[in-house]
């Protein structure tokens, strides 16, 4: 099971996403944009997960004792790879959660990416953008999102297209 831990949001954060999006798939030349119902803020890749390790992830979930956040997305930037994102402002509960989820998952024997996190909501992959075009690194229109905490998702493909469901304990 490929799984991941992330911050889901409601469908009216999604769709004040969906302009950013659009604007961005308007001038691209190629690129995978992605679906709106995947929208979400990732904390934590866990990659390939055996099916009996899900207690240890809800566990490390829970001990993590992430609140619901309030975020303020007002940047957009890109990774190397044509990797799109929208970025919140600073938010050190985000940090803090984040590290802790980190450490409870560590504890738990999983093994995470080494790099620095940086909070981020991808739109799209291998984006080439068109000639000439330089997105603003500023939303127009900053973008308000509550996320009731952190959920367990599945990533996986249904009829050909990814979805990233949540899991329960």
Not at 74 to 86: K, M, N, P
Not at 131 to 160: K, M, N
Request: charged share 20%.
């Amino acid at each position: 099971m490929r799984l991941f831990i992330g911050l889901p949001f409601p469908h009216q954060v999604r769709r004040d996403i969906l302009p950013v999006q659009k604007q961005l798939q308007k001038n691209a030349v190629k690129g995978n944009f992605t679906a709106v119902g995947n929208f979400h803020l990732t904390l934590s890749f866990l990659g390939e997960v055996e099916e009996e390790r899900l207690p240890a992830a809800f566990a490390a979930l829970d001990a993590a004792a992430i609140p619901p956040l309030d975020l303020l997305f007002d940047r957009l930037g890109h990774f190397e790879g044509g990797i799109w994102y929208i970025a919140p402002t600073s938010c050190p509960l985000l940090r803090r959660g984040q590290a802790n989820l980190a450490a409870a998952l560590t504890g738990r024997g999983f093994s995470l990416d080494p790099r620095p996190y940086i909070p981020h909501l991808t739109i799209g992959r291998k984006i080439l953008l068109r000639e000439g075009y330089a997105p603003p690194q500023t939303l127009g229109h900053p973008i308000p999102a509550r996320s009731e905490g952190p959920r367990l998702f599945l990533s996986h493909r249904v009829e050909g297209e990814l979805r990233y469901d949540i899991l329960s304990p």
